[in-house]
């Protein structure tokens, strides 16, 4: 592996774009992050490079997010019970 090129979510799981060393760019391929935990160097590489691509939350961290319900001003006559947005 030379380099991570990019990341996404795919059906919730995270995915890279891998750079292979001695290979062209047509064989770049989205490997999963389970795939990638041995090249943690790149991968910190990438997020240095670039911040707001997307990752993986950890539970830990997502369980300390302060949840709070919300009033859906747009359909008033709606009550939203299932939807929280985040209070940061």
């Known amino acids: ?37 041995n090249v943690c160097n790149a991968i910190a590489a990438f997020y240095h490079k670039y911040p707001q691509a997307p990752r993986q939350i ?10 709070q319900p919300y009033q859906n001003f747009t359909q008033p006559n709606v009550l939203m019970i299932s939807h929280l947005e985040v209070k940061v």
């Open 58 to 67: 950890v539970r830990m961290q997502f369980n300390k997010l302060n949840f």
């Open 1 to 37: 592996m030379e380099e991570i090129l990019d990341s996404h979510l795919r059906h919730n799981k995270l995915e890279f774009l891998v750079k292979w060393e001695g290979y062209m760019n047509e064989n770049n391929s989205w490997e999963p992050g389970d795939n990638c935990k």
